[in-house]
């Protein structure tokens, strides 16, 4: 077998490659571990900066996403009992869009396949080459198989195989000592725009999957037991956390889906070896405050299909060679900003009294001035793609 990139990943940032690629002529292979229903419902991200959504729309991948997709103009900071909102748009002139990682992996499934494009799920990937590209995989049928190309994209996550092959690597991280707890709710959201809530017993936010559904988290310890999270108390502790002195009411409804997820940094560098690429999460992982992680994996791909296009349009590795210094520019000021967030709203556990005072006036700083909100509005709406 032969493609000119191969993929290994099925998920937005390896679909969204094969797409972009696709589009200018260069075939590509996507090799997806799970089965297709476990990617097309897994919880992930659901808040899109403007240039993911503009890339989505400009590309015929964005049909569903502007039916359903939930434009945003700004954001609350709540804490001491009041909010206080954050005009995203008015700084900026940018918006941001609420609608889930699960949709835009189902939409790029669908236009793949409808351009006769090949992605394989149920496929393990036992090898890669970076010298002389190839893959060997192993697929649902059980048959193992050499895949040759010129290119390797890894954009298969955390977890994957593709980064661990990379040698003398560099990596940065950062543990966080709290965690999430994120459920879905059948009840129409209670705000309109997100609220990031600070409050003594730990942060939550409330966020929007439709206007039937919610998304809402709590910060809970890293080794939290999610048996002893009842719905009830799920709601009374939400509740607790975004109680406003003007008797703000939070909407309680069915909990569909509960989940703890683990706050951490962190970087590999370099992005590239030899002919494998690294992409996403395969690269880097940004805790959620900032809303920054399946953005920046739209980033890195945009950056490596034009990458891909130079090279197969008039032959210049230019900018394949400068890939990972590109991308890496952009991962360390949005690490920065998720940092920065992260840290203005959890509780740490280890925090004094004097901590949190001066967390609390950093908050109150950031809601009084407009320089800070215009900085925390022109990172979280996100820079231009380079």
Request: proline share 4%; charged share 25%; glycine share 8%.
């Amino acid at each position: 077998m032969r493609t000119q990139v191969a993929i290994i990943g099925g998920g937005p940032a390896g679909l969204l490659l094969s797409h972009l690629l696709h589009l200018q002529g260069i075939d590509s292979v996507v090799l997806e571990s799970r089965d297709r229903g476990y990617v097309e419902r897994r919880q992930r991200a659901g808040m899109l900066e403007q240039g993911t959504t503009d890339v989505l729309r400009e590309t015929g991948a964005g049909e569903r996403l502007d039916r359903e997709g939930l434009v945003h103009h700004g954001l609350e900071l709540r804490f001491d009992g009041a909010g206080h909102r954050v005009p995203l748009t008015d700084l900026t002139g940018r918006t941001v869009t609420v609608y889930a990682q699960t949709e835009i992996v189902k939409d790029l499934i669908a236009k793949r396949l409808e351009d006769g494009g090949d992605v394989r799920f149920e496929t393990e990937v036992v090898e890669l080459d970076a010298s002389a590209p190839s893959v060997t995989f192993r697929g649902a049928d059980g048959v193992t198989r050499t895949l040759d190309c010129d290119y390797i994209a890894g954009c298969d996550g955390f977890h994957g195989v593709s980064r661990p092959t990379v040698p003398g690597l560099r990596t940065f991280s950062r543990e966080y000592p709290f965690a999430w707890l994120g459920v879905l709710a059948d009840v129409p959201p209670s705000t309109d725009e997100l609220i990031y809530a600070n409050h003594e017993r730990g942060f939550a936010l409330h966020s929007l999957r439709s206007p039937e559904v919610s998304r809402l988290y709590l910060q809970v310890a890293p080794d939290e037991d999610i048996a002893a999270w009842s719905d009830a108390r799920i709601w009374d502790e939400l509740a607790a956390r975004f109680a406003t002195d003007d008797g703000w009411k939070l909407r309680e409804g069915p909990i569909t889906d509960k989940s703890i997820t683990p706050m951490r940094s962190f970087v590999a560098e370099p992005m590239r070896h030899d002919r494998l690429f690294l992409a996403g999460d395969a690269a880097h992982i940004v805790p959620p405050t900032g809303a920054k992680g399946l953005n920046l994996a739209v980033s890195d791909v945009i950056v490596l299909a034009r990458a891909l296009t130079e090279r197969y349009a008039n032959g210049s590795e230019t900018l394949l060679d400068g890939y990972s210094d590109a991308c890496l520019r952009r991962v360390w000021r949005a690490e920065h900003f998720s940092y920065w967030m992260t840290t203005l709203l959890h509780v740490d556990p280890a925090a004094d009294a004097f901590d949190r005072r001066l967390q609390q006036s950093h908050l109150a700083y950031v809601a009084s001035s407009e320089a800070a909100k215009t900085s925390l509005a022109e990172n979280y709406v996100g820079l231009p793609i380079a």
